[in-house]
């Protein structure tokens, strides 16, 4: 399975933005992690295949993981922005049978204030 994370850039400090990942095959539990400069790579948000969400508490309120199981596409639409949310963002998938993990390239979200 392949990942293809996409929909990084620049925004403004309290704007929104949404990054889709999208997978070449059926996945599991699928996940965003984030890694800012300097800093250790960190879970953001993850979703399982039936729908169960969670958030790192840094996100909660802001940020909304969703997926589309036909499409095999996760969304992770972040609202009120802000430059410590600038980092790498990465998509992470388990395979259906939950025993392999997958991992889509970086993409770049830059806040600025």
């Known amino acids: 399975v392949q990942l293809q994370a996409s929909g990084g850039g620049l925004v403004q400090a309290g704007g929104s933005l949404s990054v889709p990942c999208a997978a070449s095959g059926s996945i599991g539990t699928m996940a965003w992690y984030r890694q800012a400069p300097g800093k250790q790579r960190e879970l953001v948000a993850t979703i399982t295949r039936g729908g169960n969400k969670n958030y790192a508490d840094s996100v909660k309120g802001r940020f909304t993981i969703s997926r589309d199981n036909a499409k095999n596409v996760a969304y992770l639409q972040m609202n009120s922005l802000r430059p410590e949310d600038t980092a790498v963002y990465y998509c992470?998938?388990?395979?259906?049978?939950?025993?392999?993990?997958?991992w889509g390239q970086g993409t770049l979200v830059t806040v600025s204030s």
């Open positions: 992470s998938a388990r395979n259906v049978q939950g025993n392999q993990n997958y």
